[in-house]
């Protein structure tokens, strides 16, 4: 069983590549309007429902008003339509993949696994649908079955480009520290733009002692993406507890929480402001 699941701040990208708005993902399709169905948001979904009614088998119309839905802030609806898709089709991946993402946001892990186990088990799941899925098994702490979705995906591949962060962020989790440099540094190739691949090849490279290159890497991931919160973090511990500069160590974290979101997975808020306890 997988203990370490805690710890300095890597990063996922998968769960925002599943709603279609960042990376390539499953192949979800953008919603289509006749001409006559211009105008807001809500005469838009009207004409996709209605749709849906004369078109009782096929599942893209409620997934399109799903993601018009959600556009519009209203994720009980969203979830509503992509359920009602998924009726149609229960391996419908992109009704699935938005389905998993909203889950995800609200924290409801259970029932995300329920919709992408079948697809899943499809020998075409695409790996974004498999990487959603070891994301989900992950945050319900079912590590052994996030773990053996993220091995399957180990194999070289294009998913790479999209799901490296999200792979290196689940082997970061595991028990398997060793190898997460590996992992890491793949996902790094595949994409050397991505502030998170930085991010967690800097995690990687401080698991393994090597704070330098650690502190370097956690650099470059801001120098990328300035807005990006774990980075700060990271180097606040880098600071504070590697090299033993506390007033370093308070700098990254205030930098860090003027951008976080509350989380500190190592609870070191306090000792930020005690600079003799370590």
């Known amino acids: 069983m997988n203990g370490y699941r805690n710890g300095i701040l890597p990063i996922a990208i998968a769960t925002l590549v599943l709603s279609g708005c960042g990376g390539s993902g499953p192949a979800i399709e953008d919603p289509v309007l006749d ?3 211009s105008g807001s948001a809500s005469v838009q979904i009207e004409s996709l429902l209605e749709k849906a009614t004369h078109d009782p088998n096929e599942p893209y119309w409620f997934f399109a008003a799903a ?3 959600q556009e519009a ?6 979830q509503a339509s992509l359920r009602a898709s998924l009726e149609r089709d229960p391996v419908y991946e992109p009704a699935a993949a938005l389905f998993g993402k909203l889950a995800f946001d609200r924290g409801e892990h259970g029932e995300a696994i329920a919709v992408l186990a079948p697809c899943a088990e499809n020998f075409t799941a ?3 649908i498999l990487t959603a899925l070891a994301l989900h098994y992950d945050a319900a702490a079912r590590y052994d079955e996030a773990d053996a979705l993220r091995e399957r995906l180990a194999v070289p591949g ?3 480009v999209d799901q490296g962060s999200s792979l290196a962020y689940l082997h970061l989790r595991s028990d398997d520290l060793s190898g997460a440099r590996r992992t890491a540094e793949n996902a790094l190739i595949a994409d050397a733009e991505s502030a998170a691949n930085h991010n967690n090849y800097g995690i990687a490279l401080l698991y393994q002692g090597d704070p330098k290159a650690a502190e370097e890497s956690f650099a470059q991931a801001i120098a990328l993406d300035p807005s990006l919160p774990a980075p700060y973090y990271n180097l606040a511990i880098v600071s504070k507890y ?5 007033e370093a160590g308070a700098e990254w974290f205030e930098k860090y929480e003027e951008r976080g979101h509350g989380q500190d997975p ?13």
């Open 35 to 37: 001409s006559g169905a």
């Open 266 to 278: 190592d609870g070191i808020a306090s000792f930020m402001t005690n600079g003799d306890e370590r």
């Open 67 to 69: 993601a018009l839905q």
């Open 73 to 78: 802030g209203d994720v009980e609806a969203a």
């Open 158 to 160: 294009a998913h790479w």
């Open 126 to 128: 695409s790996p974004a």
């Open 242 to 246: 590697y090299y033993f500069d506390d």
